[in-house]
């Protein structure tokens, strides 16, 4: 995580063309050699800090309290991770914001991002499945519910609507605390998904 720490500060501090693998490498006190022995390019150095915030999301929609219906642990889990100062400091938004409006103009960074999201998008499925297996008879496998295909697309949805409140709100300049900030933005995206089924289908 010092990697991607060191490659996301000078990404923020002096752009991503103006940043070299070398450079990476030295502000987080490693080798070159080192640095390419676990990431290929410099844009892949940043994915452990985009896939910290995904998976705390995840993370977040996994502990949710078990009373909660989906849809509410989706809600839940917004409101642990966008929150400015809950999940992650508002200073630290401020580094999101960069690291997603950098990612809009470098096809190597947003391919990054997208694998990133794909991964969540797959975690999600899992910790669905876990929340609706729960709500069923004893005998029902979560293996059994993660496979149904309308459970995968309930996943993606919930994915997206968080992924594009992140990504609209970095392409703007609200604070992370604003209405309009992730996690209303992606409250507003849930709100919009009522009556959505969200992979409870019998």
Same mark, same amino acid.
């Given at each position: 995580m010092e990697i991607a720490r060191a490659a996301a500060g000078l990404f923020v501090r002096q752009g991503l063309r103006a940043t070299r693998a070398e450079d990476i490498a030295h502000a987080a006190g490693i080798a070159p050699r080192t640095f390419y022995r676990y990431f290929a390019t410099? *844009?892949?150095?940043?994915? $452990? !800090?985009?896939?910290?915030?995904?998976?705390?999301?995840? *993370?977040?929609?996994?502990?949710? $309290?078990?009373?909660?219906?989906? $849809? *509410?642990? !989706?809600?839940?889990?917004?409101?642990r991770t966008l929150t400015p100062g809950v999940g992650v400091s508002a200073a630290s938004w401020e580094w999101v914001r960069t690291l997603i409006h950098l990612a809009d103009t470098s096809p190597a960074l947003r391919k990054v991002w997208a694998e990133v999201c794909r991964s969540s998008e797959d975690l999600l499925v899992t910790i669905m499945a876990e929340r609706i297996a729960r709500g069923r008879a004893p005998d029902t496998a979560t293996d059994n519910v993660a496979h149904t295909p309308h459970l995968r697309f309930a996943a993606a949805v919930a994915g997206a609507a968080v992924r594009v409140a992140v990504e609209s709100w970095a392409a703007g300049t609200a604070s992370a605390s604003d209405p309009e900030g992730p996690a209303g933005l992606a409250l507003r995206n849930l709100a919009d998904l009522r009556g959505f089924a969200w992979g409870e289908r019998p």
């Open positions: 410099k *844009e892949e150095a940043v994915a $452990p !800090l985009y896939a910290a915030g995904a998976q705390r999301w995840a *993370e977040a929609v996994r502990s949710a $309290p078990a009373a909660l219906s989906v $849809p *509410e642990a !989706l809600e839940h889990a917004v409101h």
